[in-house]
């Protein structure tokens, strides 16, 4: 898609919007209680009875959310054996992904393994290879720790230009839960692992396995051995009844249905690592174990699939920011593609290796905007433009695209996939 020229703003609207700043924002409600049967009328549910308690012994969302769902684009793999789908996070709000609608990512299909038949062995360079049971692995003492998963590919479809139109395609391979979880460095330790080991190799119980070697330092630090998210299971899509948590770090590692770890003097080059997950530079050469997750930012409202639905005036922007090396410490937001920037409210103090959720309660002078966010964290980087990330990485890659998005925000409240100069 080309360029899109900013339109300037008349001097006008410049006044407008500056004096309605300055006074702060004042929102009256938009209906009124005279002539409407909503409020002069007495409704339907409120003369009978709702559903009893036994009705949904599981809830599921009200009907009238039925549209906040996974959703995958068909074109991007042959089938949906090996496909991903994304999260709709133009529709959610706060941090926490309920696992029903976080993004999938399978290369072998989501596989149905019982708590019973469940094993996970831990070998190779070890005093004792060791096989825990689930019921042996509720015996050791568990954390709770919130972290995203990131697929690498997130935003992989952006590179050479806009392509998808909405935060769920661009920005949607991306959840965030509540992990409950055995560190990984207990079970190592149960095991005797030999000091001098370097690497693991992890692998999963479905039929791609998906092999992947972490480095011993990290296995050490902060990998979870997790079995409940969001206080539930895991859903069988996140690797039910257990799954290894590997935060920070790009999500082909953490190995869903774990069923083996061996300790190792090195990496396996297993045939994902070394063709796949490797980044395409422009001259052609390959960035290879670029495992941790920059910081990334992106406003899920406005946005394509979730347009303003109302005139100038009070208007709340929001999206989510996050860095695979630690905390958000601050989010700007841009109206006018870049040239300006206000920092934006989080809506909590980052969190490590977690979502944050920022706002920008803004005064809309209803013209058109080209949005803008731009995440930094406690390393102090900051988040990239496209260009800039064009000019390190070139066009042919499809992982580990980062850039600053942009949201061509009409007067009409509808949200296009741009980019600017
Ligand atoms: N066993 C196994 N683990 C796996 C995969 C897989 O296909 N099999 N896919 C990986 C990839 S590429 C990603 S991005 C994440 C996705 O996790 P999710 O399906 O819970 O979103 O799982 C990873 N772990
Ligand atoms: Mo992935």
Redesign the pocket.
């Known amino acids: 898609m080309s360029d899109i020229p900013f339109p300037k703003p008349s001097r006008r609207a410049f006044l407008r919007g500056a004096a309605a700043t300055g006074t702060g924002l004042a929102l009256a409600g938009t209906a009124q209680a005279e002539g409407d049967p909503l409020i002069t009328q007495v409704q339907d549910w409120a003369q009978g009875f709702g559903d009893g308690v036994d009705a949904t012994p599981y809830g599921l969302p009200i009907r009238f959310e039925d549209d906040v769902v996974r959703r995958n684009v068909e074109w991007l793999t042959a089938d949906t054996i090996s496909s991903i789908n994304f999260t709709p996070i133009h529709a959610l709000d706060g941090t926490i992904t309920p696992q029903g609608c ?7 299909g989501a596989i149905e393994l019982s708590k019973s038949d469940y094993r996970l062995m831990i070998n190779g360079l070890v005093d004792k290879p060791l096989v825990f049971t689930y019921a042996d692995l509720e015996r050791f003492p568990r954390e709770n720790h919130t972290y995203f ?1 990131e ?1 690498a590919a997130n935003t992989g479809m952006e590179w050479a230009g806009a392509q998808l139109n909405g935060a769920q395609f661009t920005h949607g391979m991306i ?1 965030n839960m509540e992990y409950t979880g055995v560190p990984l460095r207990t079970l190592l330790n149960e095991a005797g692992y030999d000091t001098s080991a370097t690497w693991i190799f992890v692998e ?1 119980a ?1 039929a ?3 092999g992947r070697s972490i480095p011993m330092d990290k296995a050490l630090d902060d990998v979870l051995v997790a079995f409940k998210a969001n206080g539930e299971a895991l859903r069988k ?3 039910y009844p257990v799954r290894l948590v590997v935060p920070g770090w790009e ?2 590692m ?4 774990v069923r083996r770890i061996e300790v190792l003097n090195g990496p396996v080059e297993s045939r994902e690592e070394t063709s796949k997950y490797t980044d395409t530079m422009a001259d052609g050469s390959s960035r290879k174990w670029t495992w941790v997750m920059d910081a990334k930012s992106v406003i899920t409202s406005p946005s394509p699939q979730a347009p303003i639905t109302h005139g100038p005036g009070p208007l709340v922007i929001t999206g989510l920011a996050w860095s695979g090396r630690g905390a958000i410490t601050r989010v700007d937001v841009s109206k006018d593609g870049g040239k300006t920037w206000e920092t934006a409210r989080l809506a909590k103090p980052g969190e490590n290796k977690a979502l944050t959720r920022f706002y920008l309660d803004t005064d809309w002078d209803g013209e058109d905007m080209l949005l803008q966010a731009r995440a930094m964290d406690d390393t102090g980087y900051v988040q990239p433009t496209k260009a800039q990330l064009r000019d390190v990485r070139g066009e042919n890659s499809i992982y580990h695209n980062n850039c600053i998005q942009t949201w061509w925000v009409r007067p009409t409240g509808e949200a296009e996939n741009v980019e600017v100069s």
């Open positions: 976080a993004f999938e990512r399978h290369h072998s998963l697929c959840h999963g479905d791609s396995s998906n899509e996140h690797g999500g082909n953490w190995v869903k249905w």
